[in-house]
């Protein structure tokens, strides 16, 4: 969108929030009803368009579930998929459907977690429905603080630092015109902000300031590059094999700015970049731009996120002659101890 455009686009705002506001007060006010499942609930979401870290932290939660003695599943709409209403992903957790049916994240989601998960553009009825299907007590909804039709016993909202920090006329306003889907104040319905600060390092005092009017527990994630994973032979490798290396960057993800800080902290050469838009579907096309790129540039190898790996692998046979790895990276949570105790109060 053009910066003319979007400068036009703030007259519709008060018609954005007119709407967002009248729903959510007939949410409140019991008109509309949230309906319960039989199973646990637990929501992440967050206030803006793009990457906040949504993935990452189901992934870590799910996991976490698990340590903790719960059967998780996940229940996603399934952004960029290439089909349509209420699909089992995977029932055990490793037999999982084509990625294009499903969706890039619920498909990298179920390769970490090895847990069951579904898609659902209507979240109550795949609720229902995953239930039937699977053995699970408690549904991690992926992206879901706007969906509030079903009902649920945790809701995390996700705030990336770079929100905070980012004054943007064109960032911190509402739809259409900035990237906000709701006002602030909507993080009061929350059950806790999770600060994700991107680089552990960092301080976040300051961040933390902005968001304690809210009145509400806050804990602070971070990522943690953990090795480069080999496409095709899902090999793994340290990060210190990759310092100092002369690689192609690809990347295809809402905010490709942490990705690429990340891999320069490991010590990789990010001058060389092809980046695509978030939730890219590559074709031959796009196989041909990175061959061609990959060869004038003299790189060693190919570098990309996991996401973008996932939808990279059936293009394996054009790859054979060059060397492919996704970085792994974990989202970690500070004063772990506090927010398992946390998870464990609500859910119990």
């Known amino acids: 969108m053009s910066k003319a455009i979007k400068i036009l686009s703030f007259i519709l705002i008060p018609i954005y929030y007119l709407i967002i506001s009248v729903r959510n007060f007939l949410f409140d006010a019991k008109v509309f009803k949230s309906l319960g499942v039989n199973a646990k609930v637990i929501s992440i979401g967050n206030i803006v368009v793009g990457g906040s870290g949504k993935t990452p932290f189901v992934i870590y939660i799910s996991k976490l579930l698990k340590k903790l003695g719960w059967k998780p599943s996940v229940l996603s709409r399934g952004y960029g998929r290439k089909s349509r209403g209420y699909l089992l992903v995977s029932g055990d957790g490793k037999n999982i459907i084509d990625v294009e049916k499903c969706g890039d994240e619920i498909y990298q989601t179920v390769m970490e977690c090895e847990i069951p998960a579904a898609v659902s553009e209507r979240r109550i009825e795949g609720a229902v429905k995953l239930l039937k299907e699977v053995d699970t007590n408690v549904i991690v909804l992926d992206d879901a603080f706007q969906h509030r039709w079903i009902k649920r016993d945790l809701d995390f909202v996700l705030i990336d630092k770079s929100f905070l920090t980012n004054k943007s006329i064109f960032t911190q306003s509402l739809l259409p015109a900035g990237s906000m889907r709701e006002p602030l104040k909507s993080i009061q319905r929350a059950s806790a902000i999770i600060l994700n600060k991107k680089f552990s390092n960092e301080n976040n005092s300051s961040f933390d300031n902005q968001l304690k009017k809210f009145n509400k527990p806050i804990f602070t994630a971070y990522y943690k590059a953990i090795s480069f994973v080999d496409m095709t032979r899902k090999t793994e490798h340290s990060l210190d094999e990759f310092n100092g290396q002369n690689s192609l960057v690809i990347s295809g993800i809402a905010n490709p700015t ?42 060693h190898s190919v570098v990309t996120t996991e996401k973008d790996a996932v939808k990279l692998l059936k293009f394996a046979r054009e790859f054979d002659d060059i060397d492919i790895f996704y970085l792994k990276i974990s989202m970690l949570i500070e004063n772990e101890e506090s927010f398992i105790e946390f998870l464990k109060n609500n859910l119990n």
């Open 258 to 299: 942490s990705f690429l800080t990340i891999l320069s902290k490991t010590g990789v050469n990010t001058k060389n970049q092809l980046i695509f838009k978030d939730h890219k579907n590559y074709t031959t096309k796009e196989v041909q731009q990175i061959r061609k790129t990959f060869y004038s540039t003299n790189a």
